[in-house]
């Protein structure tokens, strides 16, 4: 009889295994009349875990108390490893139903009686798979850090105890390991691990047609899915349906329907929604006919991604009953309305009402879902919450209530910002990227409603100012190579609470993206609670240790206030930003637009948000003005080589062979450089006229705020990064650098930067002339005979800079010299030209932290990546989704300078000689007082809207360099030469960096006018 149970119970027959299991406990409590003996605490147990099993466990629980007692009985001791077993069973039971402290004291009490019982050995299966549930148990109440070192334990553990990977428990273990790590988004370690579970059990059970071979495919299919490998993830979705569907010989299983909905969701993702429907209506149809009833939490998420799709397709009719229809289950099923699938699912029936003019019907939901939330998360400081602030603020907007709709984007925006420490530090880069383009819809709608509706407010205004600061540019600081450079340290103590305080970032990421699942309101505010204590306490020490770190957190927490108290009187500070536009009447994205946020420093700052329109026409100006730009400097380089030919020409004997034909080609090279010279007199004047609607544009409209200005500080957004302010002429016909100090900043973040004291220890370090052409043999021999070691790190390489090839720069010879001679006596000064010129030199393993570096070598910039933009904030249904990759290559890889060996690299797809802006982010500049880039357009980068130019300029200013001296365009080598050597002349003279750069640029002004000469060179950071 209790064998056939067994059968029932192997093979899930749970209803008929029940009866033989009490009728086989009355039994042998009559044969040995007690209760007190091994085959009746067997009888218990198994019949315990049937209840266990179809989740009766309040029946199971009291089972499972009296066979552990019986249990300890039996052997007098609790010291027994049937008592610990029973320990075991009873903990998983406390596990399953949210228990963690009971559960955790008896899983831990197990671990001792069997460690006891084997002799404190731990290479017994009984151990490790206690251990194992244990881990289970931290991962469950987000425990990661604790739950990673069991995992890895257990995983090691298992080997030994089985002698073999090759085990259904280790390929558990494994894949415990790599969820953790999915779910901390720490893809690039889960995948291993994915991959190899997915390999150990095609082994073990010689076929793919097993259900434990179909998880790990669905598991690894999911990594793809969320890092946008949709091509990789698809065909394991898919191969993981089939595998289910041969296994359970039905397609009416909830891993069935599972996988049917985690493909619909990819086609989804993909815009492929005629695909996605069909698979979710039937994933629909199986959970109904698996539950055997409409109500169940599953069913309800299937409608609930049913009526998404309907809703991204605007078959609002079709969506509507779906979402009511959602949210009464979940509603029935959680027996209350406070929980975060409910708040979700109002959230989108709002969503809907909103898009159908339903106003009315729309608020009560939003507000109620905003309510429901915060008591969920016993908090308003949730970046769930914020979602909900969100769209309430959006909605408020649309219907006129501007002053709500106002306080709750304040509200909103100041707790995504707080995430911004959390999230973006334990991303990668990619991640990184995506995380930020999805949430800066929310600073884009927050910058339309105060530009349109709130500029008479100066509260709302400053607010405003404040949220951008903190958001524009903000990618590239938390780009992970920086923050490595950042935290450099000798002491090990830093490292290790540096390790720390990621891992406990990573937890409160992954607990508020969890949600409280099983915990209760109070137990989910509490582990968070505690968590952000310790991340507090960590920060505090790290601040102590760390010099670097104290500042980067002092950066984090920029205002109006503590601009105000950094930047000199008499100056002005200019913040454009170009965004994409909500047009809240409309409902809709409209044209990019530019906006400037003009700040004044004082006791009360100023602070001014101007629209300045479309950012189109302003865009196409500057496009024109940029064109003329080189189509001059085409026009002086002919020039300039035209002369050089007359040169020559005119230096032949009549002794030389060719001298007649010589003099007659002479008189056609003059007349055409005579023509040149007219050409581009003309040309100088039409160059001021294509720059006078950018002044009109983006300058006029705040003139009465930058009038009488000493200094003015600018901070460009979009394509206004791509010009020269001080070559725009005022009104009064003068350029503005004839009136103005002007000097650039990456972001207003930078500012507090100007109050680090390091000074570096090096002297001066130029790099001129290089090698562009040397082979890999030759260069690594150069690296041997320079005594280098290798380089501080590895990049990836742009995909797009495949087929480019750097001409000779022989010219800057000259520049150096120049500029040599005026630092001698002044610097210690280390030069590396022509095969010199490596990668090795600038990048060494052991930092050259020089107080100047100058480096006069080609750029490249690579054309923005095509990407579909505007992101709609009032969308965001989902609460708690991990953060995606994105598809587009990182920025950092598309703007550099080149070295030696650049030219061979390349042709070899290897990245030697190739210094990417993500390189120089790794650079460890600290208290370099300034690195000048005298090459080829080293100024402009890779425009991306509310990021601004992801370029050389301010990876310099991260790596900590005090200032960066750059051109925005190719200038002949003679006048750059001319430039440079004043310049450092000035500077070695006693004038501060902003100062020299003026002067000199005057200087060159006086005998060329035209901007094209001077214009180009520009300062970004520290001016003193």
């Not at 309800?300 to 998404?308: D, K, S, Y």
């Not at 507000?367 to 909605?395: C, D, G, Q, W």
Request: aromatic fraction near 10%.
């Amino acid at each position: 009889m209790e064998n056939l149970a067994a059968l029932y119970r192997v093979t899930s027959r749970y209803v008929e295994a029940e009866p033989l299991y009490k009728r086989a406990l009355e039994i042998w409590k009559k044969v040995y009349n007690t209760e007190e003996h091994e085959n009746v605490v067997k009888v218990m147990n198994n019949l315990a875990v049937i209840y266990h099993t179809t989740g009766r466990y309040a029946e199971a629980e009291p089972l499972y108390k009296k066979a552990l007692e019986i249990t300890k009985k039996i052997y007098k001791t609790e010291e027994h490893p049937k008592v610990a077993s029973g320990m075991n069973n009873l903990a998983e039971l406390y596990h399953i139903t949210s228990r963690y402290r009971e559960a955790e004291y008896l899983y831990k009490r197990a671990l001792e009686i069997y460690k006891q019982a084997y002799d404190y050995t731990e290479e017994q299966e009984n151990v490790v798979i206690v251990m194992n549930n244990l881990a289970l148990l931290y991962y469950a109440e987000s425990r990661y850090a604790e739950a990673e070192l069991l995992y890895k334990k257990t995983r090691e553990m298992f080997i030994r105890v089985y002698k073999t990977e090759e085990h259904e428990n280790v390929a558990t273990s494994i894949n415990n390991l790599a969820g953790l790590y999915h779910i901390t988004s720490r893809y690039a370690e889960a995948e291993p691990l994915y991959k190899r579970a997915l390999d150990i059990r095609k082994k073990i059970y010689k076929t793919e047609e097993h259900e434990n071979v179909a998880q790990s495919m669905n598991n690894l299919a999911g990594l793809y899915h969320i890092t946008s490998r949709y091509a990789e993830a698809e065909p394991l979705y898919k191969r993981a349906l089939d595998i289910r569907k041969k296994v359970y010989k039905t397609e009416e299983h909830e891993d069935v329907a599972s996988s049917m909905n985690n493909l619909a969701k990819l086609y989804r993702d993909t815009s492929r929604y005629a695909e996605a429907e069909p698979l979710y209506k039937r994933a629909l149809d199986i959970r109904k006919k698996v539950y055997k009833t409409e109500e169940h939490e599953n069913v309800a998420t299937n409608m609930n991604n049913l009526a998404e799709l309907y809703s991204a397709t605007s078959r609002y009719a079709e969506a509507g009953p779906l979402y009511k229809r959602a949210l009464e289950i979940y509603t029935k099923v959680y027996k209350t309305e406070e929980h975060p699938d409910v708040a979700i699912s109002m959230n989108n029936l709002a969503g809907l009402y909103e898009a159908t003019s339903r106003y009315t019907e729309a608020e009560l939901l939003y507000k109620r879902s905003l309510e429901i939330k915060k008591k969920v998360y016993s908090t308003e400081e949730h970046p769930n919450v914020a979602i909900s602030m969100s769209n309430l603020a959006m909605f408020y907007g649309i219907i006129d209530k501007h002053n709500e709709s106002d306080n709750l984007f304040q509200h909103s925006l100041a707790i995504y910002s707080m995430g911004i420490e959390e999230v973006l530090p334990i991303l990668s880069d990619r991640q990184k990227l995506n995380y930020v383009k999805k949430k800066r819809g929310n600073i884009y709608v927050y910058l339309s409603h105060t530009s349109g509706y709130m500029l008479s407010n100066q509260d709302s205004v400053t607010q405003t100012f404040n949220e951008w600061l903190k958001w524009k540019n903000i990618v590239m600081e938390a780009q992970g190579r920086y923050i490595e450079a950042a935290m450099r340290s000798d002491n090990p103590e830093v490292k290790r609470l540096f390790d720390e305080l990621n891992m406990t970032r990573r937890t409160i990421a992954a607990l508020n993206s969890s949600g409280p699942k099983n915990m209760t309101p109070e137990a989910y505010a509490e582990r968070r609670q505690k968590l952000e204590k310790q991340r507090e306490s960590l920060e505090v020490e790290l601040s102590k240790l760390s010099k670097d770190y104290a500042l980067e957190k002092n950066v984090g927490k920029i205002n109006a206030k503590m601009l105000s108290g950094i930047l000199p009187p008499g100056s002005v500070y200019l913040d454009y930003a170009q965004i994409d536009y909500y047009n809240f009447k409309e409902k809709k994205w409209d044209k990019p637009r530019y906006l400037v946020f003009v700040f004044v420093p004082d006791k009360e700052p100023i602070v001014k948000l101007l629209d300045l329109g479309e950012a189109e026409g302003t865009d196409d100006h500057i496009k024109s003005y940029i064109d003329y730009v080189n189509e001059y400097g085409e026009a002086k380089e002919k020039l300039d080589q035209d002369l050089k030919r007359l040169k020559e020409l005119q230096t032949k004997s009549p002794e030389d062979r060719d001298y007649l034909s010589t003099r007659d080609r002479i008189e056609p090279i003059k007349r055409e450089i005579e023509d040149l010279k007219k050409a581009l007199s003309e040309a100088s004047g039409e160059l001021s006229k294509k720059a006078q609607p950018v002044y009109d544009a983006v300058l006029k409209p705040l003139q009465q705020y930058t009038k009488g200005k000493q200094h003015i500080y600018i901070s460009p957004d979009g394509t206004l990064n791509l010009i020269p302010f001080e070559a725009l002429k005022t009104p009064e016909g003068k350029y503005l650098i004839e009136q103005h100090d002007i000097s650039y900043i990456g972001a207003g973040r930078d500012f507090v930067r100007f109050e680090d004291t390091t000074v570096a220890e090096g002297g001066a370090v130029v790099f001129a002339n290089p090698d562009y052409d040397m082979g890999l043999t030759e260069k690594e021999e150069m690296v041997k005979a320079m005594n280098l070691r290798g380089t501080t790190t590895k990049g990836d390489v742009s995909r797009d800079l495949k087929g480019l090839k750097f001409p000779p720069l022989h010219d800057t010879i000259q520049e150096a010299e120049g500029i040599e001679k005026a630092l001698k006596g002044k610097y210690n000064i280390t030069d590396y030209q022509d095969k010199n010129a490596l990668e090795e030199a600038l990048l060494p393993k052991k930092a050259i932290n020089p107080k100047i570096l100058h480096i006069a070598t080609h750029g490249y910039f690579l054309p923005d990546e095509k990407e579909e933009r505007r992101p709609d904030p009032i969308r965001m249904i989902g609460d708690g989704q991990n953060i995606p990759d994105t598809k587009t290559e990182n920025p950092m890889l598309r703007s550099g300078i080149v070295l030696a060996g650049v030219n061979k690299a390349i042709a070899e797809g290897r990245d030697d000689g190739v210094i990417s802006a993500e390189k120089i982010l790794g650079m460890h500049l600290k208290g370099t007082r300034l690195v000048v880039l005298s090459a080829c357009k080293t100024g402009v980068g890779d425009v991306q809207l509310g990021e601004g130019v992801a370029g050389l300029r301010r990876s310099f200013i991260l790596a900590g360099a005090k200032t960066v001296v750059m051109s925005l365009w190719s200038v002949p080598s003679q006048e750059t030469t001319e430039l440079m050597v004043d310049f450092y002349t000035l500077m070695s003279n006693g004038k501060d960096k902003s100062e020299a750069l003026k002067q000199a640029k005057l200087n060159m002004m006086k005998k060329e006018d035209s901007p094209f000469y001077w214009g180009a060179f520009i300062l970004l950071g520290n001016t003193e």
